[in-house]
């Protein structure tokens, strides 16, 4: 999960692309309110907040098999993990940080859509921004990353329909940050500097 601070960021995609099923997205949108407030409108009550996984845990630096198919299962781990990211106030998750080795990736960066990446691939990036970043799987710590400024990726929505969508700034973050936990890489791999508490950025300001 990436846990930076939000910035503007500006989307470009085909119409439709990417969001999730009216039917999905009303569900999940109310994440904010919590998981209580939910239940009491009787609203996916099946969801569930799940384990998010550690630095440390062998999980993490695994590669991800492709999904094949979309089931059930699958989509339950969808909004699970969209319930997992709004509980950690986060703006994106991937399968493997809840313990599942499969390509999927949840981003919400508060631009109006909520993203579901299947097996996604990055088909172009340009420019370069260095910000602050953090990871829940990395709690308390965030250090310097030099990210593209905008990306281009493809992959396969909750209905495993194919798309496109173009990213700038805090969206193509996340979307590199989180399509480099399904390789199994985590942001310490390629951080400028040391990892730096939480606390001290906030003693900055």
């Known amino acids: 999960m990436i846990s930076a601070e939000r910035d503007l960021t500006t ?7 990417g969001r999730l099923s009216p039917c999905m997205a009303g569900r999940l949108q109310k994440e904010y309110r919590g998981r209580e407030a939910l239940r009491g409108k009787g609203v996916s009550a099946n969801m569930a907040i799940r384990q998010v996984r550690t630095m440390g845990d062998d999980i993490l ?14 989509k339950q781990l969808i909004e699970d993990m969209f319930e997992t990211m709004y509980e950690a ?12 080795l499969k390509q999927i990736v949840v981003i919400d960066v508060e631009d109006g ?10 088909l172009e990036q340009k420019g370069s921004r260095t910000e602050a970043e953090g ?9 310097m990353v030099t990210r593209p400024a905008y990306v ?37 791999d390629v951080m400028e500097g040391e990892l730096m508490d939480n606390e001290e950025e906030a003693d900055k300001e």
């Open 89 to 100: 106030n986060g703006v994106g998750l991937a399968a493997p940080q809840v313990g599942v």
């Open 61 to 74: 630096r695994k590669e991800c098999k492709p999904v094949k198919e979309m089931n059930r299962r699958t």
């Open 113 to 122: 859509n909520q993203y579901v990446l299947i097996n996604p691939e990055i």
């Open 135 to 143: 990871c829940l799987s990395i709690p308390g710590k965030h250090a």
């Open 11 to 17: 989307v470009h995609k085909q119409p439709g692309a």
């Open 152 to 188: 281009k990726v493809r992959a396969w929505d909750e209905e495993m329909q194919e798309y496109e969508l173009e990213g700038e700034e805090l969206l193509a973050r996340a979307i590199c940050h989180e399509c480099a936990h399904l390789r199994g890489e985590l942001y310490v």
